[in-house]
């Protein structure tokens, strides 16, 4: 990764390197799942202290665009399912086909339960 970063330029350096991590994830040169390299190795790539690069990153966890899983690393986040706030009565399977997603219908299991006799019946 050979990214270098505008001295002199008004945005701030933090700005700069969630906008150059942005751009991989959207260009897709990091996948869903890819982990970013450590946090001393982006220091060294922008030539940057460790608080501009977890600024960078705090940002873009925040937004859902990375994921932190303690100990193991930072990874690109996968799409979130959006909820919209427009109140409109759909169904769950209408909700999943909108967003692009294919949902399936499967019994996972089928058991006849007989019926107490003590029940009453409401049959006519």
Known sequence: ????????????YYIQVKDS???RIQDGSWPVGYQLPGEAELCQTFEVSRTVIRQALNDLVYKGLLIRRKGKGTYVAGPKIRESLVQK?????????????TPVTQVLKQVLIPANPRLPCTWP
Do not use: C
């Not at 009565?89 to 997603?101: I, S």
């Open 21 to 23: 991590l942005l751009t």
């Open 1 to 12: 990764m050979n990214l270098r970063l505008d001295r002199n330029s008004p945005i701030p």
């Open 89 to 101: 009565l759909t169904g769950f399977y209408q909700d999943m086909v909108e967003q692009g997603y």
